[in-house]
């Protein structure tokens, strides 16, 4: 396989396993999609660990784990294993001398990579002609909606059955991989996916006027606001009809993170569909930059001691010292940050020259610059608004500190479309396809 080709598999084994975490294991039929969900939670580990360069607290790299929904057992006996196996010498694992598994070595410095390695995970554990139909079902139908007897055609031209292709397609219906609407002029089911939203952000921003129910214009100027104000928590919007909200998170126009602290505060925060512009796939289906910028949106409103006042001053200094602090703050609300592997947490002074002593307390590190390096660039952007050293060796503290909730758990979990939702989202579909112009 081409590394592009790799690239692609990896991108849609993490978007998959994204969906498939919302359900149960014991689920009919999740079975059917067992490597998808296997290479997407070894790529979302790898998206965790990289940056660290070496892991040797074992009982850190299975909290990390856990936080992509991976068991210790699994991590141990399945994940590293694959993930050593398949990535040619760019993730090594470290055994003591009774070959029990005490760390891992990473030597992976981008997304791209990430995405590689994941893709060949993919390849290394026989995907089913299901799985490879998701792929490429999910593949075709982000650049644009697709009828499916187009993507009937495309497949059988690419080997697979009517059979097979009929169901795939029913499979990822069941899962919400992708949506089936029913609803055309040729009475052939529209086929459509939530990333679809992204690169057509413009003609759709364009055709919600063309919406003939609710308040309309209201929508435009909600998508407007978070496009502007990246990560703005969703409880403090202005008024917006409850269907024309549904229809823009269930689309994938808005894409909520739920950030849970530590405190047991759950906060929603919006992203826009385009917040990372891209034709491929470097647009952060790893959710680190809708993360950090979620974290420092929670500092800025609901922080415990203080808030962020100023984000791009925060964010500026982090990456050109490398960390920050000591505040109060760092120790409890920003662990999440640490469970992905974005920062670090650290218990250290500095001498503080206004007041003229030493300060004690917790820093936060940078792990990944690169991540807060597009944060900052959304953050810098003109049309965006903002508002006015040892170790830690007890990880037991990341046990119950803050989760978080994709923006694909979190389409899931939003239920039914009430109809007028369903035609809004058919006829959105039929702009896509230029159907409508």
Do not use: C
Request: hydrophobic share 35%; charged share 25%.
């Amino acid at each position: 396989m081409s590394e592009q080709d790799n690239v692609k598999s990896g991108y849609w084994s993490i978007a998959t396993q994204k969906h498939l975490k919302a359900y149960r294991t014991d689920s009919s039929n999740i079975d059917e999609f067992d490597t998808l969900n296997t290479a997407g939670k070894a790529g979302r580990l790898l998206g965790v660990i990289r940056g660290n360069n070496e892991i040797d607290n074992i009982k850190k790299l299975e909290k990390m784990a856990n936080s992509v929904n991976i068991s210790p057992k699994e991590l141990h006996r399945i994940i590293l294993p694959m993930l050593e196996e398949a990535s040619d010498k760019q993730v090594e694992i470290i055994r003591n001398s009774t070959g029990d598994i005490t760390g891992v070595a990473e030597y992976v410095f981008t997304n791209h990579n990430v995405l590689d390695i994941t893709g060949k995970v993919f390849e290394v554990s026989g995907p089913t002609p299901i799985e490879r139909i998701t792929v490429e079902t999910m593949d075709a139908t982000k650049k644009i909606p697709y009828l499916q007897g187009e993507l009937t055609q495309l497949f059988n031209m690419q080997g697979f059955s009517d059979q097979e292709i009929q169901l795939a397609l029913t499979l990822q219906s069941q899962f919400k991989l992708i949506q089936l609407l029913n609803k055309s002029r040729t009475h052939d089911a529209i086929i459509s996916n939530e990333y679809v939203w992204g690169p057509n952000h413009k003609k759709i921003a364009m055709a919600i006027s063309g919406l003939d129910f609710g308040k309309k214009q209201n929508l435009k100027d909600i998508i407007e606001l978070i496009q502007r104000t990246q990560g703005f928590p969703l409880e403090k919007l202005p008024n917006i009809d409850n269907d024309l909200f549904m229809l823009a998170k269930k689309t994938g126009m808005i894409n909520p993170i739920t950030i849970i602290s530590s405190r047991g505060i759950q906060k929603d925060f919006g992203f826009s569909s385009e917040l990372i512009s891209s034709a491929g796939y470097e647009d952060d289906i790893l959710d680190d930059v809708k993360l950090l910028l979620a974290s420092l949106r929670f500092g800025e409103n609901y922080t415990q001691y203080s808030t962020i006042e100023q984000t791009e001053r925060f964010l500026s200094f982090l990456i050109d010292k490398g960390r920050i602090g000591p505040h109060p703050a760092n120790e409890t609300d920003y662990t999440l940050l640490e469970k992905k592997g974005i920062i670090k947490v650290s218990y250290g002074s500095r001498y503080n020259y206004y007041r003229g002593r030493n300060e004690s307390g917790y820093f936060l590190e940078l792990i990944r610059k690169d991540v807060a390096q597009a944060a900052l660039d959304i953050i810098k952007s003109p049309d965006y608004h903002i508002s006015s050293s040892s170790d830690v060796t007890d990880y037991s503290s990341l046990s119950d500190t803050g989760s978080f909730v994709t923006p694909e758990e979190n389409r899931i979990h939003l239920g039914e479309s009430p109809e007028p939702v369903k035609e809004a989202e058919e006829y959105l579909n039929r702009v896509l396809r230029d159907e409508i112009l």
